[in-house]
Protein backbone atom coordinates (compact mmCIF):
# COMPACT_ATOMS: atom_id res chain seq x y z
CA UNK A 1 0.00 0.00 0.00
CA UNK A 2 2.99 2.04 0.26
CA UNK A 3 2.49 5.16 -2.23
CA UNK A 4 6.39 5.16 -3.20
CA UNK A 5 6.59 1.78 -3.61
CA UNK A 6 6.59 1.49 -7.36
CA UNK A 7 9.93 3.87 -7.03
CA UNK A 8 11.46 1.55 -4.26
CA UNK A 9 11.04 -1.37 -6.47
CA UNK A 10 12.31 0.06 -9.50
CA UNK A 11 15.65 1.60 -8.04
CA UNK A 12 15.57 -2.51 -6.63
CA UNK A 13 15.66 -3.83 -9.81
CA UNK A 14 18.38 -1.77 -11.64
CA UNK A 15 20.27 -4.06 -8.80
CA UNK A 16 18.27 -7.25 -8.51
CA UNK A 17 16.45 -7.51 -11.96
CA UNK A 18 15.66 -10.91 -11.82
CA UNK A 19 14.21 -10.80 -8.81
CA UNK A 20 10.66 -12.46 -9.69
CA UNK A 21 8.83 -11.40 -6.32
CA UNK A 22 8.99 -7.90 -7.12
CA UNK A 23 9.10 -7.85 -11.32
CA UNK A 24 5.38 -9.10 -10.18
CA UNK A 25 4.41 -6.49 -7.64
CA UNK A 26 6.06 -3.80 -10.21
CA UNK A 27 3.45 -5.39 -12.90
CA UNK A 28 0.54 -5.77 -10.01
CA UNK A 29 0.80 -1.77 -9.40
CA UNK A 30 1.05 -1.30 -13.23
CA UNK A 31 -2.07 -2.99 -14.29
CA UNK A 32 -4.02 -1.13 -10.96
CA UNK A 33 -3.03 2.11 -12.65
CA UNK A 34 -3.83 0.90 -15.80
CA UNK A 35 -0.50 1.23 -17.74
CA UNK A 36 -0.83 -1.78 -19.58
CA UNK A 37 1.69 -0.18 -22.46
CA UNK A 38 4.65 -0.01 -19.62
CA UNK A 39 3.85 -3.32 -18.37
CA UNK A 40 4.28 -5.20 -22.05
CA UNK A 41 7.39 -3.32 -23.16
CA UNK A 42 8.72 -4.29 -19.54
CA UNK A 43 7.91 -8.23 -20.19
CA UNK A 44 9.27 -8.34 -23.59
CA UNK A 45 12.47 -6.95 -22.49
CA UNK A 46 12.45 -9.67 -19.90
CA UNK A 47 15.55 -12.47 -20.40
CA UNK A 48 13.23 -15.41 -19.04
CA UNK A 49 16.60 -17.83 -19.19
CA UNK A 50 18.04 -15.94 -15.97
CA UNK A 51 14.91 -15.29 -13.68
CA UNK A 52 14.53 -17.57 -10.77
CA UNK A 53 12.07 -17.94 -8.01
CA UNK A 54 9.28 -20.18 -7.43
CA UNK A 55 8.36 -22.22 -10.38
CA UNK A 56 4.07 -21.54 -9.95
CA UNK A 57 5.50 -17.66 -9.72
CA UNK A 58 7.20 -18.33 -13.24
CA UNK A 59 4.12 -19.82 -14.37
CA UNK A 60 2.32 -16.88 -13.44
CA UNK A 61 4.50 -15.03 -14.87
CA UNK A 62 3.92 -16.72 -18.02
CA UNK A 63 0.55 -16.31 -17.42
CA UNK A 64 1.19 -12.55 -17.76
CA UNK A 65 3.33 -12.78 -21.02
CA UNK A 66 0.56 -14.39 -22.88
CA UNK A 67 -2.18 -11.64 -21.48
CA UNK A 68 -0.24 -8.89 -22.66
CA UNK A 69 0.41 -10.37 -26.06
CA UNK A 70 3.04 -12.51 -26.60
CA UNK A 71 1.10 -16.09 -26.29
CA UNK A 72 3.52 -18.01 -27.83
CA UNK A 73 6.26 -17.17 -25.61
CA UNK A 74 4.36 -17.10 -22.45
CA UNK A 75 3.20 -20.48 -23.16
CA UNK A 76 6.85 -22.03 -23.96
CA UNK A 77 7.69 -20.46 -20.91
CA UNK A 78 4.97 -22.31 -18.82
CA UNK A 79 5.19 -25.38 -20.53
CA UNK A 80 8.94 -25.25 -19.69
CA UNK A 81 8.02 -24.61 -16.26
CA UNK A 82 5.76 -27.61 -15.55
CA UNK A 83 7.58 -30.30 -17.16
CA UNK A 84 10.75 -29.38 -14.79
CA UNK A 85 8.05 -28.91 -11.74
CA UNK A 86 5.68 -31.87 -12.52
CA UNK A 87 5.58 -33.07 -8.74
CA UNK A 88 4.44 -29.95 -7.46
CA UNK A 89 0.58 -29.46 -7.13
CA UNK A 90 0.54 -25.23 -7.36
CA UNK A 91 2.75 -25.27 -10.79
CA UNK A 92 0.16 -27.18 -12.35
CA UNK A 93 -2.86 -25.43 -11.02
CA UNK A 94 -0.86 -22.04 -12.66
CA UNK A 95 -0.22 -23.58 -15.68
CA UNK A 96 -4.28 -24.60 -16.03
CA UNK A 97 -5.13 -20.92 -15.06
CA UNK A 98 -2.53 -20.06 -18.20
CA UNK A 99 -4.32 -21.93 -20.18
CA UNK A 100 -7.93 -21.84 -19.30
CA UNK A 101 -8.09 -18.21 -18.48
CA UNK A 102 -6.02 -17.05 -21.97
CA UNK A 103 -8.63 -16.19 -24.91
CA UNK A 104 -5.82 -16.28 -27.91
CA UNK A 105 -4.42 -19.86 -26.33
CA UNK A 106 -6.01 -21.77 -28.95
CA UNK A 107 -4.98 -20.01 -32.12
CA UNK A 108 -1.15 -20.11 -31.17
CA UNK A 109 -1.32 -24.20 -30.53
CA UNK A 110 0.43 -25.50 -33.21
CA UNK A 111 -2.29 -28.31 -35.39
CA UNK A 112 -1.76 -31.67 -34.57
CA UNK A 113 -3.13 -33.15 -37.53
CA UNK A 114 0.45 -34.80 -38.74
CA UNK A 115 3.10 -35.29 -36.72
CA UNK A 116 5.98 -33.04 -36.08
CA UNK A 117 8.07 -31.19 -34.31
CA UNK A 118 6.72 -30.70 -30.39
CA UNK A 119 3.81 -33.22 -30.73
CA UNK A 120 2.68 -36.37 -28.89
CA UNK A 121 2.13 -39.38 -30.43
CA UNK A 122 0.49 -42.24 -28.96
CA UNK A 123 1.04 -45.54 -31.08
CA UNK A 124 -0.69 -48.67 -30.32
CA UNK A 125 2.03 -51.71 -30.42
CA UNK A 126 1.46 -55.28 -30.02
CA UNK A 127 2.56 -54.73 -26.78
CA UNK A 128 0.26 -51.46 -25.59
CA UNK A 129 0.22 -48.40 -25.83
CA UNK A 130 3.40 -46.43 -26.36
CA UNK A 131 3.67 -42.63 -26.10
CA UNK A 132 6.48 -40.22 -27.51
CA UNK A 133 6.85 -36.54 -27.43
CA UNK A 134 9.10 -35.14 -30.48
CA UNK A 135 10.72 -32.18 -28.75
CA UNK A 136 14.45 -30.89 -28.85
CA UNK A 137 14.24 -29.57 -24.99
CA UNK A 138 15.16 -31.81 -22.49
CA UNK A 139 13.33 -31.43 -19.36
CA UNK A 140 13.39 -33.19 -15.74
CA UNK A 141 9.64 -34.86 -16.12
CA UNK A 142 9.01 -37.72 -19.40
CA UNK A 143 12.62 -37.88 -20.26
CA UNK A 144 11.72 -41.34 -21.23
CA UNK A 145 9.17 -40.06 -23.58
CA UNK A 146 11.43 -37.80 -25.32
CA UNK A 147 12.50 -38.55 -29.14
CA UNK A 148 14.69 -35.81 -30.16
CA UNK A 149 13.56 -34.51 -33.89
CA UNK A 150 16.66 -35.43 -35.53
CA UNK A 151 16.50 -39.08 -33.90
CA UNK A 152 16.11 -42.38 -36.21
CA UNK A 153 12.34 -42.47 -34.68
CA UNK A 154 11.31 -39.12 -35.17
CA UNK A 155 12.29 -39.57 -39.30
CA UNK A 156 10.24 -42.05 -39.25
CA UNK A 157 7.20 -40.63 -37.15
CA UNK A 158 6.95 -37.26 -38.46
CA UNK A 159 4.20 -36.80 -41.36
CA UNK A 160 2.52 -39.72 -39.91
CA UNK A 161 -1.32 -39.24 -39.41
CA UNK A 162 -3.95 -40.44 -37.16
CA UNK A 163 -5.16 -43.92 -38.63
CA UNK A 164 -2.17 -44.52 -40.05
CA UNK A 165 -0.27 -48.26 -40.31
CA UNK A 166 2.82 -48.89 -40.54
CA UNK A 167 6.26 -50.54 -39.13
CA UNK A 168 8.71 -49.17 -37.02
CA UNK A 169 11.12 -51.98 -37.89
CA UNK A 170 11.79 -54.04 -41.35
CA UNK A 171 12.51 -57.52 -40.39
CA UNK A 172 10.62 -61.03 -40.41
CA UNK A 173 7.72 -61.43 -38.36
CA UNK A 174 7.65 -57.58 -37.72
CA UNK A 175 4.03 -56.16 -36.96
CA UNK A 176 2.81 -52.65 -37.74
CA UNK A 177 2.04 -50.18 -35.25
CA UNK A 178 -1.40 -47.60 -35.23
CA UNK A 179 -1.63 -43.93 -34.58
CA UNK A 180 -3.77 -43.41 -32.04
CA UNK A 181 -3.80 -39.76 -31.41
CA UNK A 182 -1.37 -36.68 -31.80
CA UNK A 183 -1.65 -33.84 -30.10
CA UNK A 184 0.56 -30.57 -29.55
CA UNK A 185 2.76 -30.69 -26.12
CA UNK A 186 0.98 -27.73 -24.66
CA UNK A 187 -2.20 -29.80 -24.81
CA UNK A 188 -0.84 -33.15 -23.78
CA UNK A 189 0.82 -31.77 -20.86
CA UNK A 190 -2.68 -29.91 -20.03
CA UNK A 191 -4.47 -33.18 -20.05
CA UNK A 192 -2.49 -35.14 -18.05
CA UNK A 193 -2.58 -32.35 -15.52
CA UNK A 194 -5.97 -32.54 -15.28
CA UNK A 195 -6.04 -36.35 -15.00
CA UNK A 196 -3.07 -37.13 -12.87
CA UNK A 197 -3.55 -34.23 -10.10
CA UNK A 198 -6.53 -35.38 -7.47
CA UNK A 199 -4.80 -38.79 -7.61
CA UNK A 200 -1.26 -37.13 -7.20
CA UNK A 201 -2.18 -34.30 -5.28
CA UNK A 202 -4.73 -35.91 -2.88
CA UNK A 203 -4.39 -33.03 -0.23
CA UNK A 204 -4.63 -30.17 -2.36
CA UNK A 205 -7.25 -27.76 -3.89
CA UNK A 206 -7.75 -28.06 -7.23
CA UNK A 207 -10.28 -28.45 -10.31
CA UNK A 208 -12.92 -31.75 -9.42
CA UNK A 209 -13.05 -34.17 -12.65
CA UNK A 210 -16.42 -35.53 -13.28
CA UNK A 211 -17.47 -37.59 -15.93
CA UNK A 212 -20.47 -36.67 -18.13
CA UNK A 213 -21.83 -39.19 -20.33
CA UNK A 214 -24.32 -38.40 -22.61
CA UNK A 215 -26.01 -41.99 -23.10
CA UNK A 216 -25.84 -42.76 -19.79
CA UNK A 217 -29.67 -43.86 -18.23
CA UNK A 218 -28.80 -40.53 -15.74
CA UNK A 219 -26.43 -38.35 -17.86
CA UNK A 220 -26.06 -35.75 -15.07
CA UNK A 221 -25.23 -38.12 -12.00
CA UNK A 222 -21.70 -37.38 -11.26
CA UNK A 223 -22.43 -33.88 -11.44
CA UNK A 224 -25.12 -33.89 -9.61
CA UNK A 225 -23.80 -35.71 -6.66
CA UNK A 226 -20.39 -33.21 -6.46
CA UNK A 227 -22.49 -29.97 -6.54
CA UNK A 228 -24.36 -30.98 -3.79
CA UNK A 229 -21.48 -32.26 -2.07
CA UNK A 230 -19.67 -28.37 -2.45
CA UNK A 231 -23.40 -27.35 -1.49
CA UNK A 232 -23.44 -28.70 1.37
CA UNK A 233 -19.91 -28.56 2.95
CA UNK A 234 -20.29 -24.74 1.96
CA UNK A 235 -23.26 -24.67 4.27
CA UNK A 236 -21.77 -26.22 6.81
CA UNK A 237 -19.49 -23.53 6.86
CA UNK A 238 -21.79 -20.66 6.50
CA UNK A 239 -24.10 -22.07 9.29
CA UNK A 240 -20.56 -21.73 11.81
CA UNK A 241 -20.74 -17.89 10.41
CA UNK A 242 -24.81 -17.83 11.48
CA UNK A 243 -24.53 -19.35 15.22
CA UNK A 244 -21.46 -18.43 16.12
CA UNK A 245 -20.34 -15.26 14.55
CA UNK A 246 -16.89 -15.53 12.66
CA UNK A 247 -15.85 -12.69 10.01
CA UNK A 248 -17.75 -13.53 6.80
CA UNK A 249 -14.54 -12.75 5.12
CA UNK A 250 -12.86 -15.79 7.09
CA UNK A 251 -15.65 -17.93 6.33
CA UNK A 252 -15.30 -16.69 2.57
CA UNK A 253 -11.41 -17.37 2.63
CA UNK A 254 -12.45 -21.37 3.85
CA UNK A 255 -14.75 -21.82 0.68
CA UNK A 256 -12.30 -20.04 -1.25
CA UNK A 257 -14.41 -17.12 -2.51
CA UNK A 258 -13.93 -13.65 -2.34
CA UNK A 259 -15.69 -12.15 0.24
CA UNK A 260 -18.14 -10.08 -2.19
CA UNK A 261 -19.77 -13.06 -3.72
CA UNK A 262 -20.73 -14.73 -0.36
CA UNK A 263 -22.20 -11.37 1.29
CA UNK A 264 -24.20 -10.63 -2.10
CA UNK A 265 -25.06 -14.47 -2.29
CA UNK A 266 -26.47 -14.49 1.70
CA UNK A 267 -30.12 -13.40 0.67
CA UNK A 268 -29.79 -16.59 -2.11
CA UNK A 269 -29.50 -18.65 1.27
CA UNK A 270 -31.77 -16.98 3.54
CA UNK A 271 -29.04 -16.15 5.70
CA UNK A 272 -28.67 -12.74 7.30
CA UNK A 273 -25.61 -10.64 7.32
CA UNK A 274 -24.48 -10.20 11.34
CA UNK A 275 -23.53 -6.27 11.63
CA UNK A 276 -24.70 -5.61 15.05
CA UNK A 277 -26.82 -6.72 18.37
CA UNK A 278 -28.86 -3.70 17.99
CA UNK A 279 -28.40 -2.83 21.93
CA UNK A 280 -28.78 1.01 22.63
CA UNK A 281 -25.71 0.60 24.95
CA UNK A 282 -23.99 -0.86 21.60
CA UNK A 283 -24.94 2.32 19.90
CA UNK A 284 -23.92 4.76 22.07
CA UNK A 285 -20.26 3.14 22.68
CA UNK A 286 -19.82 3.30 18.78
CA UNK A 287 -21.22 7.15 18.88
CA UNK A 288 -18.47 7.38 21.30
CA UNK A 289 -16.07 6.38 19.58
CA UNK A 290 -16.39 8.14 17.04
CA UNK A 291 -16.63 11.12 18.68
CA UNK A 292 -13.03 10.27 20.69
CA UNK A 293 -11.48 9.64 17.34
CA UNK A 294 -11.75 13.43 15.59
CA UNK A 295 -11.65 12.81 12.14
CA UNK A 296 -8.45 11.44 11.98
CA UNK A 297 -9.51 9.16 9.33
CA UNK A 298 -11.29 5.71 8.83
CA UNK A 299 -10.46 2.61 6.60
CA UNK A 300 -12.79 -0.11 5.28
CA UNK A 301 -12.61 -3.07 4.24
CA UNK A 302 -14.32 -4.47 1.01
CA UNK A 303 -17.58 -5.44 2.18
CA UNK A 304 -17.79 -1.91 4.11
CA UNK A 305 -16.85 -0.11 1.19
CA UNK A 306 -19.08 -1.26 -1.48
CA UNK A 307 -21.86 -0.85 0.67
CA UNK A 308 -20.95 2.92 1.12
CA UNK A 309 -20.66 3.08 -3.16
CA UNK A 310 -24.22 1.55 -3.39
CA UNK A 311 -25.67 3.99 -0.57
CA UNK A 312 -23.60 7.16 -1.82
CA UNK A 313 -23.12 8.30 1.71
CA UNK A 314 -19.07 8.59 0.89
CA UNK A 315 -18.99 12.62 1.65
CA UNK A 316 -21.50 11.95 4.74
CA UNK A 317 -18.76 8.93 6.24
CA UNK A 318 -15.98 11.43 5.49
CA UNK A 319 -17.43 14.29 6.72
CA UNK A 320 -17.94 12.53 10.48
CA UNK A 321 -14.51 10.25 10.10
CA UNK A 322 -12.40 11.86 8.00
CA UNK A 323 -10.41 10.84 4.64
CA UNK A 324 -11.01 7.37 3.76
CA UNK A 325 -8.64 4.63 3.25
CA UNK A 326 -8.57 0.77 2.36
CA UNK A 327 -5.71 -1.33 2.23
CA UNK A 328 -4.36 -2.35 -0.99
CA UNK A 329 -5.76 -6.12 -1.36
CA UNK A 330 -9.19 -4.72 -1.54
CA UNK A 331 -7.88 -2.50 -4.33
CA UNK A 332 -6.53 -5.80 -5.79
CA UNK A 333 -9.83 -7.61 -5.23
CA UNK A 334 -11.86 -5.06 -6.76
CA UNK A 335 -9.73 -4.60 -9.83
CA UNK A 336 -9.23 -8.40 -10.45
CA UNK A 337 -12.80 -8.81 -10.15
CA UNK A 338 -13.48 -6.19 -13.07
CA UNK A 339 -10.80 -7.78 -15.03
CA UNK A 340 -12.47 -11.26 -15.07
CA UNK A 341 -15.77 -9.82 -15.60
CA UNK A 342 -14.43 -7.86 -18.95
CA UNK A 343 -13.01 -11.01 -20.02
CA UNK A 344 -16.01 -12.93 -19.50
CA UNK A 345 -17.98 -10.57 -22.07
CA UNK A 346 -18.87 -12.68 -25.62
CA UNK A 347 -17.95 -15.88 -23.40
CA UNK A 348 -20.67 -18.11 -22.45
CA UNK A 349 -21.60 -18.02 -18.80
CA UNK A 350 -23.49 -19.67 -16.27
CA UNK A 351 -23.52 -21.70 -12.86
CA UNK A 352 -24.62 -24.46 -11.62
CA UNK A 353 -25.74 -24.73 -8.11
CA UNK A 354 -27.84 -27.34 -5.46
CA UNK A 355 -31.17 -25.48 -4.21
CA UNK A 356 -34.23 -27.23 -2.75
CA UNK A 357 -32.44 -30.79 -3.34
CA UNK A 358 -32.34 -30.71 -6.72
CA UNK A 359 -29.71 -29.25 -9.46
CA UNK A 360 -29.99 -25.82 -10.54
CA UNK A 361 -28.65 -24.62 -13.58
CA UNK A 362 -28.55 -21.06 -14.92
CA UNK A 363 -26.95 -19.35 -18.16
CA UNK A 364 -26.44 -16.00 -18.03
CA UNK A 365 -27.32 -13.51 -21.16
CA UNK A 366 -24.12 -11.27 -22.43
CA UNK A 367 -26.79 -8.51 -21.67
CA UNK A 368 -26.37 -9.16 -18.11
CA UNK A 369 -22.58 -10.55 -18.72
CA UNK A 370 -21.87 -6.88 -20.20
CA UNK A 371 -23.81 -5.31 -17.04
CA UNK A 372 -21.62 -7.21 -14.46
CA UNK A 373 -18.09 -6.27 -15.98
CA UNK A 374 -19.49 -2.02 -16.02
CA UNK A 375 -20.73 -2.16 -13.01
CA UNK A 376 -17.41 -4.21 -11.90
CA UNK A 377 -15.41 -1.60 -13.42
CA UNK A 378 -17.17 1.62 -12.11
CA UNK A 379 -16.57 -0.36 -8.71
CA UNK A 380 -12.89 -0.35 -9.36
CA UNK A 381 -12.64 3.36 -10.53
CA UNK A 382 -14.56 4.54 -7.77
CA UNK A 383 -12.71 2.98 -5.24
CA UNK A 384 -9.80 4.30 -6.57
CA UNK A 385 -10.63 7.33 -6.60
CA UNK A 386 -12.40 7.68 -3.15
CA UNK A 387 -9.91 6.42 -0.71
CA UNK A 388 -6.61 6.56 0.27
CA UNK A 389 -4.04 2.96 0.40
CA UNK A 390 -3.22 2.58 3.56
CA UNK A 391 -0.18 0.33 4.37
CA UNK A 392 -0.75 -2.61 6.28
CA UNK A 393 2.00 -2.56 8.55
CA UNK A 394 1.56 -2.81 12.12
CA UNK A 395 3.25 -1.08 15.01
CA UNK A 396 4.63 -3.78 16.16
CA UNK A 397 5.18 -7.80 15.28
CA UNK A 398 2.26 -9.46 14.56
CA UNK A 399 1.36 -11.55 17.60
CA UNK A 400 1.17 -15.32 17.67
CA UNK A 401 -2.79 -15.29 17.11
CA UNK A 402 -2.57 -13.05 14.12
CA UNK A 403 0.32 -15.03 12.22
CA UNK A 404 -2.03 -18.03 12.70
CA UNK A 405 -4.87 -16.47 11.20
CA UNK A 406 -3.05 -15.43 8.04
CA UNK A 407 -1.65 -18.87 7.71
CA UNK A 408 -4.86 -20.29 7.62
CA UNK A 409 -6.98 -17.43 6.03
CA UNK A 410 -4.08 -15.08 3.98
CA UNK A 411 -2.73 -11.98 4.87
CA UNK A 412 -5.47 -10.25 2.53
CA UNK A 413 -8.15 -11.13 5.12
CA UNK A 414 -5.74 -9.51 7.64
CA UNK A 415 -5.27 -6.36 5.69
CA UNK A 416 -7.64 -3.79 6.95
CA UNK A 417 -7.11 -4.22 10.70
CA UNK A 418 -3.25 -4.28 9.93
CA UNK A 419 -3.44 -0.88 8.32
CA UNK A 420 -6.03 0.54 10.97
CA UNK A 421 -3.28 -0.37 13.63
CA UNK A 422 -0.57 0.49 11.64
CA UNK A 423 -1.80 4.34 10.61
CA UNK A 424 -4.17 4.91 13.90
CA UNK A 425 -7.02 4.72 11.67
CA UNK A 426 -11.05 3.51 12.48
CA UNK A 427 -12.10 0.72 11.65
CA UNK A 428 -15.20 0.99 9.54
CA UNK A 429 -16.91 -2.74 9.21
CA UNK A 430 -19.99 -3.98 8.75
CA UNK A 431 -18.87 -7.49 9.37
CA UNK A 432 -19.53 -7.82 13.18
CA UNK A 433 -17.52 -10.97 13.80
CA UNK A 434 -14.73 -9.01 11.78
CA UNK A 435 -14.51 -6.31 13.74
CA UNK A 436 -14.65 -8.20 17.15
CA UNK A 437 -11.78 -10.30 16.18
CA UNK A 438 -9.94 -6.94 15.12
CA UNK A 439 -10.58 -4.64 18.05
CA UNK A 440 -9.46 -7.74 20.40
CA UNK A 441 -6.91 -8.74 18.37
CA UNK A 442 -5.32 -5.40 17.67
CA UNK A 443 -6.73 -3.20 19.91
CA UNK A 444 -7.87 -0.66 17.71
CA UNK A 445 -11.02 1.42 17.46
CA UNK A 446 -14.06 0.03 15.68
CA UNK A 447 -17.74 1.23 14.46
CA UNK A 448 -20.04 0.40 11.48
CA UNK A 449 -21.75 2.52 9.14
CA UNK A 450 -25.13 2.87 11.62
CA UNK A 451 -23.14 5.03 13.65
CA UNK A 452 -21.46 7.30 11.55
CA UNK A 453 -24.60 7.98 9.66
CA UNK A 454 -26.15 9.01 12.96
CA UNK A 455 -23.30 11.16 13.64
CA UNK A 456 -23.86 12.59 9.73
CA UNK A 457 -27.39 13.39 10.81
CA UNK A 458 -26.92 14.88 13.87
CA UNK A 459 -24.57 17.51 12.53
CA UNK A 460 -26.66 18.11 9.37
CA UNK A 461 -24.32 15.97 6.75
CA UNK A 462 -27.32 14.08 5.70
CA UNK A 463 -30.86 15.12 6.04
CA UNK A 464 -33.35 12.96 8.35
CA UNK A 465 -35.11 11.67 5.09
CA UNK A 466 -31.67 10.40 3.47
CA UNK A 467 -30.87 8.92 6.61
CA UNK A 468 -33.87 6.95 6.73
CA UNK A 469 -33.48 5.69 3.34
CA UNK A 470 -30.23 4.54 3.92
CA UNK A 471 -31.11 2.53 6.95
CA UNK A 472 -33.83 1.22 5.33
CA UNK A 473 -32.27 -0.12 2.34
CA UNK A 474 -29.51 -2.02 4.84
CA UNK A 475 -32.14 -3.32 6.63
CA UNK A 476 -34.46 -4.58 3.53
CA UNK A 477 -30.91 -6.03 2.23
CA UNK A 478 -30.48 -8.61 4.97
CA UNK A 479 -28.42 -6.40 7.10
CA UNK A 480 -28.99 -7.54 10.70
CA UNK A 481 -29.51 -6.01 13.79
CA UNK A 482 -29.44 -2.96 12.16
CA UNK A 483 -31.94 -0.42 14.79
CA UNK A 484 -34.86 1.10 13.38
CA UNK A 485 -36.10 4.37 15.10
CA UNK A 486 -40.12 5.84 14.02
CA UNK A 487 -38.55 7.88 11.78
CA UNK A 488 -37.37 5.02 9.14
CA UNK A 489 -40.84 3.56 9.66
CA UNK A 490 -42.72 6.59 9.04
CA UNK A 491 -40.52 7.10 5.75
CA UNK A 492 -41.63 3.73 4.36
CA UNK A 493 -44.98 4.57 5.40
CA UNK A 494 -44.84 7.50 3.04
CA UNK A 495 -42.78 5.81 0.45
CA UNK A 496 -45.65 3.28 0.32
CA UNK A 497 -48.50 5.65 0.41
CA UNK A 498 -49.49 3.72 3.64
CA UNK A 499 -50.36 0.35 2.44
CA UNK A 500 -48.56 -2.59 4.07
CA UNK A 501 -46.25 -3.35 0.88
CA UNK A 502 -43.80 -6.61 1.57
CA UNK A 503 -40.76 -3.98 2.22
CA UNK A 504 -42.78 -2.62 4.52
CA UNK A 505 -43.96 -5.63 6.59
CA UNK A 506 -39.82 -6.57 6.24
CA UNK A 507 -38.76 -3.53 8.10
CA UNK A 508 -42.04 -3.91 10.57
CA UNK A 509 -41.05 -7.54 11.89
CA UNK A 510 -37.43 -5.84 12.76
CA UNK A 511 -38.98 -4.36 15.91
CA UNK A 512 -40.21 -7.83 17.19
CA UNK A 513 -38.92 -11.32 17.67
CA UNK A 514 -37.70 -13.00 20.79
CA UNK A 515 -34.58 -11.53 20.82
CA UNK A 516 -36.00 -7.94 20.66
CA UNK A 517 -35.53 -4.97 23.42
CA UNK A 518 -38.97 -4.77 24.18
CA UNK A 519 -38.49 -1.12 26.32
CA UNK A 520 -36.96 0.43 23.38
CA UNK A 521 -39.01 -0.98 20.52
CA UNK A 522 -42.59 -0.89 22.08
CA UNK A 523 -41.73 3.26 22.51
CA UNK A 524 -40.45 3.24 18.50
CA UNK A 525 -43.82 1.79 17.84
CA UNK A 526 -45.26 3.90 19.99
CA UNK A 527 -43.98 7.31 18.65
CA UNK A 528 -44.42 5.95 15.21
CA UNK A 529 -48.11 5.66 15.60
CA UNK A 530 -48.35 8.78 16.86
CA UNK A 531 -46.47 9.86 14.01
CA UNK A 532 -48.73 7.85 11.93
CA UNK A 533 -52.27 9.08 13.15
CA UNK A 534 -51.28 12.63 12.03
CA UNK A 535 -50.76 11.45 8.81
CA UNK A 536 -52.65 8.64 7.58
CA UNK A 537 -56.38 9.72 7.31
CA UNK A 538 -57.41 6.68 6.42
CA UNK A 539 -58.62 4.60 9.04
CA UNK A 540 -58.22 1.19 7.53
CA UNK A 541 -54.39 1.48 6.32
CA UNK A 542 -53.88 2.85 10.09
CA UNK A 543 -55.56 -0.49 11.68
CA UNK A 544 -54.14 -2.78 8.97
CA UNK A 545 -50.59 -1.27 9.48
CA UNK A 546 -51.20 -1.60 13.33
CA UNK A 547 -52.22 -5.03 13.04
CA UNK A 548 -49.15 -5.84 10.98
CA UNK A 549 -46.58 -3.98 13.62
CA UNK A 550 -48.71 -6.23 16.59
CA UNK A 551 -48.04 -9.12 15.18
CA UNK A 552 -44.47 -8.59 14.67
CA UNK A 553 -43.51 -6.94 18.02
CA UNK A 554 -45.24 -10.23 19.62
CA UNK A 555 -43.73 -12.63 17.63
CA UNK A 556 -42.43 -15.24 19.59
CA UNK A 557 -43.69 -13.82 22.75
CA UNK A 558 -47.49 -14.99 22.31
CA UNK A 559 -47.98 -15.39 26.20
CA UNK A 560 -46.71 -11.81 27.09
CA UNK A 561 -49.07 -10.27 24.41
CA UNK A 562 -51.57 -8.45 25.90
CA UNK A 563 -48.69 -7.22 28.11
CA UNK A 564 -46.81 -5.67 25.07
CA UNK A 565 -49.63 -4.38 23.14
CA UNK A 566 -51.07 -2.69 26.45
CA UNK A 567 -47.22 -1.19 27.18
CA UNK A 568 -47.19 0.31 23.40
CA UNK A 569 -50.74 2.01 23.78
CA UNK A 570 -50.75 3.27 26.73
CA UNK A 571 -47.70 5.58 25.22
CA UNK A 572 -49.98 6.15 22.04
CA UNK A 573 -51.86 9.87 22.22
Known amino acids: GDTTADGKIARYLRQSPNDLEMILARIGIWQRTGRDFDIRRFLQRLSLTD ?64 IAENTVVCLLTDSGERQYRIEKEKHIYFEDERVSPESDLASILIGKKKGDKFKLREYIGSKPVDICWIKPVYLDALHKSLEQFNVRFPLANGLQRFTFDPNAPDPMEDIRAITKSCA ?87 AVCGPIYTSQSVIDLLVSRAMIARQNVGKEQGFLAWRQERLFFEEYNQKTIKN ?79 PVLISARNEGHISVDEYCEV ?16 YCLMHQARK ?78
Not at 72 to 99: C, F, T
Not at 471 to 486: K, M, Q, R
Not at 542 to 559: P, V
Request: proline share 3%; glycine share 6%; with cysteine.
Open 372 to 450: IADEREKEASWARSVAIIAPSMPKVDLSLNARRIIDMFGQAVCDSAIAANGNDLLLISEDMGYRVWSAATFKIPTTWLQ
Open 471 to 486: INLLVLSGHTFISLDP
Open 51 to 114: IGGRPEQRVRLAALICHYGEISRGLEYGYSVLMDNWDKPQVHLAYQGLIFLNDGIGEVIPSADV
Open 232 to 318: EANQRILEEYRLKGIPLSFAAAIIRKDPLDVWSGLPEINMEFQVCRGFLSEREDALQTISKHEKRGCILDAITLLVVRRLGVEKAVT
Open 496 to 573: DNFFVTNEFSRLLRMVGGASADLNINSGVLSTFFNMLLKECSDDLKFKRIASEAFHAITKGRQEDQRQIIGLILKRVE
